[in-house]
């Protein structure tokens, strides 16, 4: 599902829905709002083919709740790689 919300020319709060395959529509609607005086548009969608399952809320010993290996980090994404032999500390506690 795909929603635009946006503020209409007397400050009210307002939103459109669009279907996942209406992307393209979701777009045209978006310039069309801005074109005409909308203000704040914004677009927000929640894909019904996500990558993994929605809900996971943590990593624990590497693995998501569901058993599965987890070891994405935003330092190896960035492309710098995570030193295992360094210690990490969280308001003085020591976590690894």
Do not use: Q
Not at 37 to 57: A, C, D
């Amino acid at each position: 599902m795909i929603v635009i919300f946006y503020l209409d020319s007397e400050d009210n709060p307002c939103k459109e829905k669009y279907f996942d395959n209406e992307f393209v529509a979701a777009m045209r609607a978006i310039e069309k709002l801005r074109a005409t005086g909308m203000t704040h548009v914004v677009m927000s969608n929640e894909p019904t083919n996500m990558v993994g399952k929605p809900g996971v809320s943590a990593v624990e010993d590497g693995k998501t709740p569901d058993g599965e290996k987890y070891e994405w980090s935003k330092a190896g994404r960035a492309g710098r790689v995570r030193d295992p032999n360094r210690t990490i500390y969280n308001d003085g506690e020591i976590v690894r």
